[in-house]
T-cell receptor, first 109, second 118 residues
């Protein structure tokens, strides 16, 4: 069983819709990352969170440490947002990232 | 360089062949990570270096996998006697390891090497 669970696995939406992707984890962490992966493999770091909320353009990431849950929101979605979004956590005393299986997002024009 | 560079981008190997995958981290980055990503899955940790020291190799799947970073910059992941189940994208990431707790946590990823073993 993966220690980092994401939902949904696949999401298709119309352009302009508000998107939410969820991530939950089982034990305490020092940081949580949201990453974006386009076809071809390249991974880009979107956010790193240890508490609260961060916003960058149309992207918002929140984390609830007590509930061990994070969400990534995309407002006014656009076809160029189509990608796989991956949640990854870093546990205390450990440098490596543990990844979720990703959410494949497709935005239809 | 401006980012993490991996080469080759694509590698096709015959079963049983040895392969070497290269990673050039961001200049000055102390920490370097190798991850393996099977098709349709999230990346999984292979090994981690701090400078030239390999501090964690718990994710290497077998003794056919070997990684080195002899001068604390460029790293090579070597796979001996490749098997079909080794087919995956191999991702390298580096982080600064700076004094700021936030700065040292951000990992910057290369584009990966897609290995296909026939």
């Amino acid at each position: 069983k993966n220690e980092v669970e994401q939902s949904p696995q696949n999401l298709t939406a119309q352009e302009g819709e508000f998107i939410t992707i969820n991530c939950s984890y089982s034990v305490g962490i020092s940081a949580l990352h949201w990453l974006q992966q386009h076809p071809g493999g390249g991974i880009v770091s979107l956010f790193m969170l240890s508490s609260g909320k961060k916003k960058h353009g149309r992207l918002i990431a929140t984390i609830n440490i007590q509930e061990k849950h994070s969400s990534l929101h995309i407002t006014a979605s656009h076809p160029r947002d189509s990608a796989v979004y991956i949640c990854a956590v870093k546990y205390f005393g450990n440098e490596k990232l543990t990844f979720g299986t990703g959410t494949r997002l497709t935005i239809i024009p | 360089g401006a980012g993490v560079s991996q080469s080759p981008r694509y590698k096709v190997a015959k079963r049983g062949q040895d392969v070497a995958l290269r990673c050039d981290p961001i200049s000055g980055h102390v920490s370097l990570f190798w991850y393996q990503q099977a098709l349709g899955q999230g990346p999984e940790f292979l090994t981690y270096f701090q400078n030239e020291a390999q501090l964690d190799k718990s994710g290497l799947p077998s003794d056919r996998f070997f990684a080195e970073r002899p001068e604390g910059s460029v790293s090579t992941l070597k796979i001996q006697r490749t098997q079909q189940e080794d087919s995956a994208v191999y991702l390298c990431a580096s982080s600064s390891g700076g004094t700021s707790p936030l700065a040292k946590n951000i990992q910057y990823f290369g584009a990966g090497t897609r290995l296909s073993v026939l």
